[in-house]
């Protein structure tokens, strides 16, 4: 063969080959659906390659590493929870890792739990990382919708809480109502976190903070059950059976049937609506307050309406039996 045409048939080669590599690189991949793996810290460049290889999100293990050595980028992987779509090319999905633009992930903490609520549902999310070696004080942490990354420490999160509390705290105690009976932030979290226990409804919460208001400013005990349940729980759960006369006469600095005024701190973490609810209460003259049967309250001014509330709430009860 002249060495001309042997040139040309080395330089054909050599051209597809490369043409061959290239739409291994670019070209569409093997993923057949939509996945998510997660590159743990720490992981090395072999064992992504391996991963990426065994997930079926590329053709070859090798072709990971030739693609790396070739991108020089080894050292800009990143660790992380990545959503993969199907049919990712080789090229892309390094692309990806390499950016770091991991899947965000979201934590809701509901309204009303206490912080050891709140730490059991932290522990109980495996996608967090790191141990939590102490519970905040309650009335401590915002109740909110946090996003996050797999990963994430679990104390640097219940940090961001207290935070977002403080911010949330400073933005508001300065636009309260004048002559409220709570004289600090702090008494005004112990009672919106009164409030948010006593009823889940939120437009209700403005009447129901006017009423402990009313009571305050008349020198009335609070006589909220949930003071009573935390006292008897430590905050810890729910009390899981019905409160009993022993209960509401219980010597404890939390049950408000015995202490007069607010307890010492808060019952649980109060969200946003109920601590907006306590510092701008609704005026009325209200001083009792029972369930209704539709998951809100029948409120009264004096002792006798409320017990023909009472007793319109027993037979509600009584009708469900």
């Known amino acids: 063969m002249p060495a001309a045409a042997l040139l040309l048939l080395l330089l054909a080669a050599a051209g597809g080959a490369a043409w061959y590599g290239w739409q291994r690189y670019v070209g569409p991949g093997p993923l057949a659906q939509d996945t998510t793996i997660v590159i743990a810290r720490g992981t090395g460049v072999q064992a992504i390659a391996r991963q990426l290889d065994s997930t079926g999100v590329v053709r070859s293990e090798r072709d990971v590493l030739v693609a790396l050595k070739l991108r020089d980028s080894v050292r800009r992987l990143k660790a992380g929870e990545y959503a993969i779509p199907a049919g990712i090319s080789l090229k892309d999905v390094l692309d990806l890792i390499e950016s770091g633009k991991t899947v965000i992930r979201r934590f809701t903490v509901p309204e009303g739990l206490t912080s050891a609520q709140i730490v059991e549902l932290l522990r109980a999310e495996p996608s967090f990382s790191g141990e939590v070696t102490a519970i905040p004080a309650d009335g401590t942490l915002l109740p909110e919708t946090y996003h996050y990354s797999w990963g994430d420490d679990r104390a640097a999160l219940l940090a961001r809480m207290a935070a977002d509390m403080r911010k949330a705290l400073e933005s508001l105690w300065p636009d309260r109502a004048p002559d409220l ?99 701008n209460p609704e005026s009325h003259k209200y001083l009792y307050f029972v369930a209704d049967g539709t998951g809100g309250h029948a409120f009264a001014e004096t002792l006798d309406e409320h017990n023909r509330n009472v007793a319109a709430w027993r037979r509600v009860q009584d009708g469900r039996q």
């Open 181 to 279: 009976p709570v004289k600090t932030v702090e008494e005004a979290v112990t009672l919106a976190s009164i409030v948010e226990k006593e009823t889940g409804m939120a437009a209700e919460r403005p009447k129901v903070a006017g009423v402990f208001v009313n009571r305050l400013r008349m020198g009335m005990k609070l006589q909220s059950d949930p003071t009573t349940i935390y006292a008897l729980t430590g905050g810890k759960g729910p009390l899981e059976r019905p409160l009993t006369r022993a209960d509401w006469k219980l010597e404890n600095p939390y049950n408000t049937y015995f202490i007069d005024g607010l307890p010492p701190g808060p019952i649980a973490n109060p969200g946003l609506a109920s601590l907006k609810a306590t510092l």
